[in-house]
């Protein structure tokens, strides 16, 4: 997928949609999506969990919806309004099923947005490749995850900057 027309078509209309917009946001969204499935593969290698470009597990998926979102209600509708569901229930907390991490690049950018979001610590500044990379891999691939800060930086498509 090219890295230009996904950040210019999808990744930060979203966010200016979502009200989450800053340059850092659609930097730490793309970087995500290239690193972790270089934009291309929608269902993880080796019969793992994670799904969509943003390979979102569908565990995580669902906690954000249970353990944030059910709190935001403004922010869950908008999520939800990136998603092909008509209307949000807010009485069924899980309202999007995570398989729509596979077929919806809106969605799948707002769900990842949303999982940075959740961490308190404030995004780095745009341009700041490495430091971006360290957060990626502080909050999203975490300690567990195989991923390497040096895969962010190689990853990330520069062309965006």
């Excluded at 027309?5 to 930060?12: A, G, K, N, P, Y």
């Excluded at 793992?48 to 509708?77: C, R, S, V």
């Excluded at 991490?101 to 707002?110: G, H, I, K, T």
């Excluded at 990626?136 to 930086?153: P, S």
């Amino acid at each position: 997928m090219d890295a230009k027309q996904l950040t210019d078509l999808v990744v930060r209309p979203e966010l200016e949609r979502l009200g989450l917009y800053s340059e850092a946001a659609v930097q730490l969204v793309v970087g995500t999506i290239f690193t972790e499935s270089r934009a291309k593969y929608l269902k993880q290698h080796g019969n793992g969990p994670a799904l969509g470009i943003i390979q979102m597990e569908p565990a995580t998926h669902d906690d954000i919806w249970l353990n944030f979102l059910k709190y935001k209600n403004e922010l869950a509708g908008k999520v939800n309004a990136a998603s092909s569901y008509v209307e949000f229930d807010k009485a069924s907390v899980i309202s999007v099923h995570a398989n729509e991490l596979v077929f919806n690049l809106r969605y799948a950018v707002a769900m990842c947005r949303v999982h940075y979001l959740r961490k308190p610590e404030a995004l780095p500044k745009a341009g700041d490749i490495p430091a971006l990379g360290r957060y990626w891999k502080k909050h999203y691939n975490t300690e567990l995850g195989k991923g390497k800060v040096t895969d962010f930086i190689e990853k990330f498509p520069k062309e965006i900057l």
